[in-house]
């Protein structure tokens, strides 16, 4: 099989934490958690905080996610650079439903560059049934089985990490509707981007959407871009990043199923 260096470890990392972060299930909004105690949102005191919008701050992701059903969530990362003929792209696809303990996940990566004739794709998909998981990897399906034991330890591992938006003094851009959810959009800029190499930005902007009243992020948007010169430079060096990720649907059943493929083959342990 083709293995490839996928760049930026950390978009891989957020795609697992959405995707197996809510398999154990995600503490509500607002309600109690395990020992009684009254849950609530960061930011949501019923005061206005100076430093963000409205005093609402965002949600880490899988917490967010944790608080539907059922829902379906994209990302998508596209890197550039140094040269305008090396890229790489990622993305991830994500369904989980909670009463019918299911949850899948698809990877799509794609590179190009000197050293790769047109355009290398690979493609993951892994999807889950009540402790039952069968995965593609491109080639082949594996078909594994998870005791009660092995689950509750990666559920404890999963509760132990997530992605948080750190925003920087954000503004409010307006309102929309996101998934069926009604939401507010922020935008901000990264203060001190180039200063320390001395690079010429071109590109510099991060939007975020929040579920009104809960700070969910329900949507997010990041472009940045460095060169070590001018655009009609075709020496200079790029950098260039453009992330988003999306709530497609909340609370709707999505039917998760196991491939008859995979099923025909003997499960192993996980």
Request: net charge negative; with cysteine.
């Amino acid at each position: 099989m083709n293995h490839r260096r996928v760049p930026l470890a950390l978009f891989a990392a957020m795609a697992i934490l959405a995707a197996c972060g809510s398999e154990g299930g995600g503490g509500p909004l607002f309600g109690t958690d395990a020992s009684g105690s009254t849950v609530t949102v960061p930011g949501d005191s019923g005061t206005t905080d100076p430093t963000t919008p409205q005093g609402l701050e965002p949600l880490p992701i899988r917490e967010g996610l944790g608080t539907f059903d059922n829902y379906v969530w994209h990302m998508q990362l596209n890197t550039v650079g140094p040269t305008a003929g090396e890229t790489t792209g990622n993305s991830v696809e994500l369904a989980f439903n909670r009463e019918a303990e299911s949850n899948s996940s698809r990877i799509t990566a794609t590179q190009t560059g000197p050293d790769i004739e047109g355009v290398d794709e690979s493609v993951v998909e892994r999807y889950a049934v009540a402790g039952e998981t069968c995965q593609w990897d491109g080639e082949e399906w594996t078909h594994t089985l998870a005791t009660d034991q092995q689950q509750e330890v990666l559920d404890v591992v999963q509760r132990l990490f997530d992605v948080v938006i750190v925003p920087e003094s954000p503004v409010v851009v307006g309102t929309e509707t996101i998934a069926g959810i009604p939401a507010t959009h922020y935008q901000f800029t990264v203060s001190g981007f180039g200063a320390e190499s001395g690079a010429l930005i071109t590109a510099n902007q991060m939007d975020y959407w929040l579920a009104d009243g809960t700070g969910v992020v329900v949507k997010y948007q990041m472009v940045i871009e460095s060169r070590s010169g001018p655009t009609t430079d075709p020496a200079s060096e790029v950098y260039r990043i453009e992330a988003s990720a999306e709530l497609i649907s909340a609370n709707v059943f999505v039917p998760v199923e196991l491939s008859p493929d995979c099923l025909a083959i003997p499960p192993e342990d996980a």
